[in-house]
């Protein structure tokens, strides 16, 4: 039997290194997985949900050492439930491939079932190229160019969309080889603007560093500290609205905690340096300040689209951020002497354990004993978020990583993504109840395969982000103690993972969560964990 144009597509993706799809499948996939018979080498990853999908090859593509990853969605409506995975690869920068099977030409031309017209726009706003393959002949060229543009800098999700007659057709297109097509290493930094930078830094009275993405994703968090240590500058992380994944030591003497306007090393520093990271990423319209007069700005993203875009920048650096920062040390004035040396900052710990309900602060210390240097931290726990990093130890590049797309239901499958990337990591999602609900389908995953992965929900029975707001709000609502929206508490969420196949148990108090998290530790597959919490508790 010939082969298809389906197989051609397999080909290609091995030949770049991809040894999994993760896909939600319909009918219209069946080309594609018929082909995945006579590839073996190909591991075709079934989910029970597109979410599920897409958010899988996002956590796998964070820890993949720059392969792409790729999720094959089927038709409009598995795009639809994709999109909000989609959102949070575009934040994290995440090379993720989202393949749409779509029905035949001659029914979309019709309007047939699922087959509404320009499916790619549904997806453009989230991806840096969609398009839709025209020709059999030219799929080879178009998966190549989705795979090239995914990865090429800044990386980011692609949407390319597969009509089924296209996939289905024989095999009649040679692809280009991908060594032709590889990543593009990011340029150069503008020498002036080095040269400005490393003059401001070097005169300032209390210089801040603060910490971001793109560190870690061109390999330059050692740089960052060597250029912290010359300096004697304080180093944060982003503001955690913006925060996506740890690019500095917190055990570190020069950390001083996450970036916010309230903290001692923001209100003193007199230059302010963005490394890699977003900067005044606002939340709420009017919810970040522009720096105080005086405070010379400086910012280093890898997408120039992103430089001073909020409150603008007095000096400004693009390219490669290992040339960056290597450039910005060099460029420091001879015989420049670091600042004085900072006191350690005080131990975070949790307080003495009340009696009544769990409080977020607790499971987070709990989870922090128990983690070293070979765990990876899955955070989407939405208000209990800012608890788990002020807690959680972060010595590793990358050892936390979370969204801040706002998209529920993420952690769960990106914490799968991770333990495919990471075989010999240990993984805990740290998840609210209410992204529980979003990503319970992952579970299915997790037992289908046996992952490794602790998923630690933490269920306070709340929207709680919905009653934070209400509060910040300030009106009828907190008059009358009554918060619309907040209340979704009821569901036993040790047993609904229990059914999926994946242990479970609920526990209510420090001792029970700290043996709960060594049991699962040493488990050779994936372990739920239900911690009820304060009610009351809406985060910061």
């Known amino acids: 039997m010939s082969e298809s144009a389906a197989h051609t597509l397999i080909d290609i993706l091995l030949d770049w290194g991809v040894r999994q799809v993760f896909t939600c499948p319909g009918s219209t996939e069946a080309p594609f997985l018929d082909a995945s018979v006579d590839r073996p080498e190909l591991d075709v990853c079934l989910t029970t ?11 796998y593509a964070r820890f993949a050492g720059g392969v792409p990853a790729v999720a094959y969605l089927h038709t409009n409506v598995g795009l639809v439930n994709g999109l909000g995975g989609m959102y949070a690869a575009q934040l994290g920068r995440a090379p993720v ?21 320009d499916v790619g726009a549904l997806a453009a706003g989230y991806a840096k190229w969609s398009w839709q ?24 999700p692609v949407w390319l969309g597969l009509p089924e007659d296209l996939v289905a057709a024989p095999a009649s297109a040679v692809a280009p080889a991908p ?14 603007q080095v040269t400005a930078a490393a003059a401001a830094l070097a005169v300032a009275r209390s210089p801040l560093l603060v910490a971001g993405a793109d560190l870690v994703r061109e390999n330059a968090v050692d740089l960052l500290v060597s250029l912290a240590e010359q300096l004697g500058a304080r180093v944060v992380n982003e503001d955690r609205r913006s925060f996506e994944r740890s690019a500095f030591p917190t055990g570190h003497p020069r950390y001083a905690g996450f970036y916010t306007e309230r903290l001692p090393a923001v209100r003193e520093a007199d230059v302010v340096a963005f490394l890699g990271a977003r900067c005044f990423h606002e939340f709420e319209a009017g919810s970040i300040a522009a720096p105080a007069a005086g405070v010379t700005l400086i910012h ?15 000096i400004t650096l693009t390219g490669d951020h290992r040339l960056i920062l290597d450039r910005l040390m060099a460029a420091l004035p001879a015989g420049h002497r670091p600042h004085p040396a900072l006191p350690a900052p005080p131990a975070v710990t949790a307080d003495p354990e009340p009696a009544g309900p769990l409080r977020v602060p607790e499971v987070a210390g709990a989870l922090a004993a128990t983690v070293d240097r070979r765990t990876r931290i899955v955070a989407d726990a939405t208000t209990s978020n800012a608890a788990l990093f002020a807690h959680l130890p972060q010595e590793v590049p ?33 998840v609210g109840d209410g992204s529980f609900q979003f990503g319970a389908p992952a579970l299915w995953v997790a ?20 009653a934070a707001a209400l509060r910040r709000y300030g009106r009828r609502a907190v008059e009358s103690g009554h918060y619309p929206g907040k209340d979704i508490a009821g569901p036993d969420f040790a047993a609904i993972s229990a059914g999926y ?17 060594d049991a699962a530790g040493d488990a050779d597959g994936p372990r739920f964990i239900e911690v009820l919490t304060d009610p009351g508790d809406l985060g910061p």
């Open 501 to 517: 196949g994946v242990p479970a148990e609920r526990v209510t108090s420090g001792p029970e969560l700290a043996r709960a998290l």
């Open 49 to 59: 949900h597109e979410l599920t999908a897409v958010t899988m090859a996002d956590g």
């Open 300 to 314: 280093s993203n890898a997408d120039p689209a992103e430089i001073g875009k909020t409150h603008g920048a007095d």
């Open 398 to 430: 990358g050892q936390v990583i979370t969204t801040s797309s706002g998209a529920l239901g993420w952690g769960m499958g990106a914490a799968l993504g991770v333990s495919v990337a990471k075989p010999s990591d240990r993984v805990v999602a740290v």
């Open 179 to 192: 060594a032709r097509s590889r990543r593009v290493a990011p340029g150069a930094p503008d020498p002036e």
């Open 447 to 466: 037992a289908r395969r046996r992952l490794p992965v602790t998923f630690l929900m933490i269920n306070n029975g709340s929207y709680a982000a919905v």
């Open 133 to 156: 393959a025209q020709r059999a002949e030219h799929l080879a060229q178009d998966l190549s160019r989705a795979l090239q543009t995914a990865t090429n800098g800044p990386p980011g």
């Open 97 to 117: 491939v989202v393949l749409n099977g779509l029905k035949a030409g001659v029914i979309q031309s019709r309007r047939g079932f699922t087959a509404p017209p």
